[in-house]
Structures are given as structure tokens and as C-alpha cells.
């Protein structure tokens, strides 16, 4: 896709502060620091649209980004991190799970993990959750330019078992800064919103 526009359109705690629903809307959800922000920079092809940052905790907020007046990608904030008190985590996850639960017009949310780790419980709960509200359940397996291609199999599988995947074509691995599937996400983006238009 070639990306004409794209800016931070909202930022969203709860519902009543979503944008008006009237187009696509692709979710990325995951772990803190797992690189949810830094993905949505490099499939949008700009250095500092989302903010991102080496210390986990950084997008705290839902973050709608509107790109060509045609779609929105969803920066959901990151959970897991363990420096955060109970009552920030539990109402991240509140508004999380509010986010995915009441909003019509997600297309697919897409959980990112790390390449280099074994999924978390966390993780899991947070696929199980999106196979349970009907998405197709792809993930996105992130920084792979800090292992080898000859790896990449053998950490497929593992991410695979802990998340109970069958069809390993549903894990992408992706590296923000090589940049190099980026065509392949836009080609699920787009099929994804081709089959919905037929639906
Ligand atoms: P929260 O907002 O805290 O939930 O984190 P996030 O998932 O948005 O992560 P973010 O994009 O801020 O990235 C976290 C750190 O990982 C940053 O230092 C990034 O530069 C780094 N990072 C993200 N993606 C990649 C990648 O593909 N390769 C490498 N080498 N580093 C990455
Ligand atoms: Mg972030």
C-alpha cells in the first residue's frame, strides 16, 4: 500500500473517546517493549509517528492512526511490565479488553511476540482472547534481525507450542529496523479488508 497520509488521529483510555468507527481497523496488541510501536513506524514507513522507547511502559494509551483516510492501526499499550502498580495494570487491561470486546470495526488483532522468547502465560491469555472474540489470530514475531534466518524455524515452533498454533503461516517474523516484510504485512492488511468487502 502506498502510504499518502498517516497521523495520530486519537488517543483513547475508554470507549466514549474512540474515533466515529467508519473505517477498517487492524489492532496490535503484546507485551511491553515487544515493539508494537516501532512495527506501526516501519509498515507506515516513518521514523517517529508512534513514540517508542527502549524502557517498557511507553504507550499508555489506545493510540488510533488514521493512514489514507482509508484504514486505522491501533497501538494498544503493552502489558506485562512488571515495574507498574496493580492498579495502572489492572486498569490497562480494563481498557484493553473494553477496546477489543465493544469495537465493531477491528478487522483483526494481531498479537506480537518476541522471536528470540518463549510466549508468556500473559501471551497466551491475550491469544486465546483474540481467537475467542473471532479474529483469525496472526502473529507477529518481532526483532528477528537479532537471531539468524537458520533460527527462525526452531523459535517458530516454540511460539507455535506455548500459543497452541496448528498453521505456522499465521507467524510472521518481522524486524523494524530491516523493514524487510513489510510488503507481506500490507498483503495480509489488504486481503484481510478484501475479504470483508465480499463478506
Ligand atoms: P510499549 O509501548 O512499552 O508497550 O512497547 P512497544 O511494544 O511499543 O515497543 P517499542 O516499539 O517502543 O520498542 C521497544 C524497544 O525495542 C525499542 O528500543 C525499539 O527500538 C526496540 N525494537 C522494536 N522493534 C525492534 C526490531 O524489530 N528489532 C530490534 N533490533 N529492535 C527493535
Ligand atoms: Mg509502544
Redesign the pocket.
Known amino acids: 500500500m502506498k502510504i499518502k497520509t498517516a497521523e495520530l488521529d486519537r488517543v483513547a483510555v475508554k470507549k466514549s473517546q474512540y474515533p466515529d468507527g467508519d473505517l477498517p481497523e487492524f489492532a ?1 496488541a ?13 509498515i507506515l514507513n516513518r521514523k517517529k509517528l ?11 494509551t489506545i493510540n488510533f492512526y488514521k493512514i489514507n483516510d482509508a484504514l486505522r492501526l491501533v ?5 506485562g ?1 512488571a515495574k507498574v502498580s496493580k492498579s495502572a495494570k489492572s486498569s490497562w487491561a480494563d481498557s484493553i479488553n473494553e477496546y477489543l470486546e465493544s469495537r465493531d470495526e477491528i478487522y483483526e488483532v494481531f498479537l ?1 511476540v518476541d522471536i528470540r522468547h518463549e510466549p508468556t502465560s500473559l501471551d497466551a491469555r491475550m491469544y486465546d482472547f483474540i481467537l475467542q472474540n473471532g479474529f483469525t489470530g496472526i502473529v507477529i514475531a ?5 537471531i539468524s534466518k537458520g533460527q527462525y524455524a526452531k523459535n517458530i515452533n516454540i511460539i507455535a507450542k506455548k500459543l497452541k498454533i496448528k498453521n505456522k503461516d499465521l507467524i510472521v517474523p ?5 523493514k524487510d516484510m513489510v510488503d507481506e504485512i500490507w498483503f495480509i492488511l489488504e486481503d484481510i479488508m478484501k475479504f470483508h468487502k465480499e463478506d
Do not use: Q
Not at 497501538?75 to 502489558?79: I, S
Open positions: 496490535f503484546g507485551r511491553s517493549n515487544v515493539g508494537k510501536s516501532s512495527f506501526i513506524n516501519a508512534a513514540r517508542t522507547s527502549s524502557t517498557p511502559g511507553k504507550t499508555r497501538d494498544l499499550p503493552g502489558y511490565y506480537l518481532t526483532k528477528s534481525d537479532k518481522f524486524s523494524s529496523e530491516k
